[in-house]
């Protein structure tokens, strides 16, 4: 690539969510610069999963901001900025459309003071924000015996379609939770978590005593409604199982000397 790319002899080089970092080698055949653009309001949330990660940590704004690139990933001047909003059920995909949205606007408004050499660029602030790696399908594990009904919801919504999804492992295969609402997050003491049928809906109680309704869930990829979830797990299912100095996701088979 850098042979072709000192072929071309450009002028500018940017980037629109290229997950490999280009080397400093490449950065320098650009006459004029390379800019890459993010989908974070740098400098937080630098690194890969910008989007999924705002929703995991409940921020309701983030943005898209076009950056100069360096030898570090997300760390050069901002010369383009916009938030959009993230609404409480929004989920990636529905973030990352306003981000879209917001990355074509800012480059409307920065190319051509790039071209005319009038940009402003504005120094990264590093001590802000932080680098976040990339996330794998079993990062949708749902750990019921610390997380609240609301970082829940958060993590649904962080990993539904186009994702993998949150899931939870039970004796009677594997349950996906594609959507939820948040039905109140009015913290207790403690509670335990547990998913039972209650006024005509499925909804699951968190450890902090948040109750969640479950919008659309799949057991073993296929619907879980309440009349299979009446057939498969009864009125409620605990969640978890609790064990000895251990929390098992419900389910899980724990073996001591050949007990279960």
């Given amino acids: 690539m850098l042979t072709r790319l000192r072929s071309l002899n450009p002028d500018l080089i940017f980037s629109f969510y290229y997950r490999k970092i280009l080397s400093v080698p490449v950065l320098e055949t650009a006459r004029r610069g390379c800019y890459n653009m993010h989908g974070s309001l740098l400098p937080h949330y630098r690194g890969r999963a910008p989007v999924n990660w705002a929703l995991l940590h409940g921020e309701t704004q983030t943005g898209a901001t076009l950056?100069?690139?360096?030898?570090?990933?997300?760390?050069?001047?901002?010369?383009?900025?916009?938030?959009?909003?993230?609404?409480?059920?929004?989920?990636?995909?529905?973030?990352?459309?306003?981000?879209?949205?917001?990355?074509?606007l800012v480059l409307c408004q920065t190319l051509p003071e790039i071209v005319r050499g009038t940009v402003v660029a504005r120094k990264m602030d590093l001590r802000s924000g932080s680098y976040f790696g990339g996330r794998k399908p079993q990062d949708g594990l749902i750990d019921w015996g610390t997380m609240g009904a609301r970082q829940i919801h958060n993590l649904v919504r962080a990993v539904t379609h186009p994702y993998p999804g949150a899931f939870m492992d039970t004796a009677r295969g594997r349950i996906t939770i594609w959507r939820t609402l948040v039905l109140d997050d009015s913290p207790t003491s403690s509670a335990r978590p547990s998913l039972l049928q209650e006024g005509g809906q499925l909804r699951a109680i968190a450890c902090d005593g948040g109750v969640l309704r479950i919008v659309h869930a799949e057991l073993e990829g296929r619907l879980l409604d309440q009349e299979t979830f009446t057939k498969v797990f009864g009125s409620s299912y605990p969640l978890p199982c609790i064990l000895p100095n251990k929390a098992m996701p419900c389910g899980v088979v724990h073996t001591t000397r050949g007990r279960t």
């Fill in 67 to 104: 950056h100069e690139m360096v030898r570090k990933p997300d760390a050069g001047a901002i010369v383009g900025q916009m938030a959009v909003p993230i609404l409480p059920n929004d989920t990636a995909s529905d973030v990352f459309s306003k981000v879209l949205v917001a990355a074509e």
